[in-house]
């Protein structure tokens, strides 16, 4: 298989997918010539989705496609110029669009590698640079990395529901959002842990396996089940998985071994059987006791139809004899949670003399909504160097005092709850440069890669936190240095009105 990175996937660019106040909030920092000061964004998410206790980070090789072919064509421009106000005035003048047409991005992003375990709060993403620039990319950054991350994170949930001897195929083309949405799931899903797609489309545009069975319209389109079998093995001698729930799924087993022996007279082997319907459980026992009295030991069995990660435990908890999952809807459609929460917010602007930087804070009503200002990174401690990881400490490099040797690290949401770092604890810094003034600074992993990482990183997590029902809180919080900074930010700004 091809393994090479994917590059030109957003070609034409994609500078037209954005929100409109993207561009109009470009235009206002360029007529009160704003443009050019030095910003930070963080993106981030506030909390894992799927009441889980973790997320599985995806989408940095999209972003840094899109990042790097984001042009403004001819046609875009002209389609700008088209853009009036109410009164009938153009929204964008000619120079400023003549300022877009060569417009090219030239930010600086660090970024937590694809595949990295990552919790609420922590920046996935750093963008620094022009103001209008790193404004510019929020919306398409947003909604790649957001769907990204959700899909990749259920996928990785349906894989450590599985084990790790049990195969995952996606099915889920048929109903997920329509085709990019389909498309971009499937990538996500083999990052998250997803062995292979039925999606063709999917699987040549980001080198994925693809797999596949056949449908119950290819039984009903024959006069018998056991001859639909025969036909379908006549094409794919050494490639062929039986679908048989179409009438009756124990004869459709039975069938399905007289075929299979005659196969093996032939010198060839059926792969698997697929079961659809029906209880699962049971009838992945009985499909395996009348197999391995055949011989057929070697025969898998597929099961498919709403199957998700809980299923998938209770499945395997009545002791279902099922070797490979499929799983569509549920998976590429993140089914109990659909979307992600995934945020954009500035977080440091230079000082107008550009000497020093002005740093940022975004008030909420909620505190857990109240931005982290700075310039962020966030440092993951390990129980030994490599090892299991113990709590993430978010940090600010630009800091006027240096980081302290053994940092307290504090619940943002409880600053009473704090933890010292012991001194000399291994650690690792996650965001890692990945562009600088637009430019590649390190080559991204493959999505092989990228995908056995997170099998990793997951492996890893200690299981309170990885369980489905009511996972444990992976401790994540602010330097002792950074929750005072913020907390006087929260002062300053809303210090408060006279009763
Ligand atoms: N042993 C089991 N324990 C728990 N849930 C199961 C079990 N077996 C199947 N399921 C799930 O129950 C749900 C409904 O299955 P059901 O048997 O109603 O489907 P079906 O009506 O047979 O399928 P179809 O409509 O495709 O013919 C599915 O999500 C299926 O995956
Ligand atoms: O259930 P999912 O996880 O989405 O997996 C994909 C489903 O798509 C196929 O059939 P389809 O649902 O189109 O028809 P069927 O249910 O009647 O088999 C397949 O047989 C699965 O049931
Ligand atoms: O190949 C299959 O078995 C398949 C593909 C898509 C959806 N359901 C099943
Ligand atoms: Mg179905």
């Known amino acids: 298989m091809n393994d090479a990175p994917i590059s030109g996937l957003y070609q034409p660019s994609l500078a037209l997918l954005t929100d409109l106040y993207q561009l109009t909030m470009a235009y206002g920092y360029w007529k009160n010539n704003m443009h050019e000061r030095e910003a930070v964004f963080h993106l981030y998410f506030r909390k894992a989705p799927f009441n889980g206790g973790y997320a599985v980070a995806a989408g940095l090789a999209l972003a840094v496609d899109y990042l790097q072919t ?53 920046p996935l993403a750093r963008v620094q640079g022009p103001l209008l620039q790193a404004q510019l990319v929020e919306t398409a950054l947003l909604t790649l990395f957001n769907f990204q991350t959700l899909i990749a994170t259920k996928a990785a949930r349906i894989r450590d529901a599985a084990g790790p001897d049990d195969a995952v195929l996606e099915f889920g083309l048929r109903r997920a959002q329509g085709p990019d949405g389909g498309l971009e799931a499937s990538r996500a899903a083999y990052l998250g842990g997803a062995d292979a797609t039925s999606n063709v489309l999917a699987a040549r545009r980001y080198n994925l396996p693809v797999r596949g069975t056949h449908a119950h319209s290819w039984v009903m389109a024959f006069d018998d089940e056991k001859e639909a079998f025969a036909k379908y093995a006549d094409a794919f001698p050494d490639d062929s998985v039986f679908l048989v729930d179409t009438y009756d799924t124990l004869d459709g087993v039975r069938h399905a071994i007289e075929v299979a022996l005659a196969m093996r007279a032939q010198g060839h082997e059926l792969g698997g059987i697929r079961l659809d319907s029906g209880d699962l459980a049971y009838l992945s026992k009985e499909a395996r006791k009348l197999l391995d009295a055949a011989g057929l030991d070697k025969v898998r069995i597929v099961a498919s139809n709403d199957l998700e990660e809980s299923l998938i435990v209770s499945l395997k908890q009545q002791g279902a004899r099922i070797d490979i999952w499929g799983v569509g809807t549920q998976l590429v459609t993140a089914y109990n949670q659909p979307a992600l929460g995934g945020v954009y917010k500035l977080a440091a602007l230079r000082s107008a003399d550009g000497q020093s930087w002005d740093f940022m804070i975004k008030l909420s009503e909620q505190q857990a909504k109240t931005s982290i200002p700075g310039i962020l990174q966030v440092r993951r401690y390990q129980a030994e160097a490599g090892g299991q990881p113990r709590a993430d400490m978010i940090y600010n490099v630009a800091a006027e005092a240096p980081l302290p040797e053994a940092p307290t690290i504090l619940d943002p949401a409880d600053a009473t709850r704090r933890r010292p770092v012991r001194p000399g604890a291994p650690y690792r810094d996650l965001l890692q440069p990945v562009l600088r003034q637009g430019q590649l600074v390190q080559q991204l992993p493959t999505l092989v890669e990228s995908r056995a990482h997170a099998r990793q990183e997951v492996g890893a997590l200690d299981p309170s936190i990885r369980r489905f029902l009511n996972p444990h809180t992976y401790p994540v919080g602010l330097e002792q240095g950074l929750h005072e900074f913020r907390t006087q930010l929260m002062l300053d700004k809303r210090p408060g009105r006279a009763v």
Do not use: Q
Request: with cysteine.
């Open 70 to 122: 984001l042009r403004f064509s001819d046609g875009d421009i002209t389609y700008l110029a088209s853009l009036t106000g109410s009164k009938g005035t153009r929204l964008f003048p000619d120079d400023f669009l003549a300022y877009l047409a060569d417009f090219k991005f030239t930010c600086s992003v660090d970024a937590i590698a694809e595949g990295t375990v990552v919790f609420g709060n922590e």
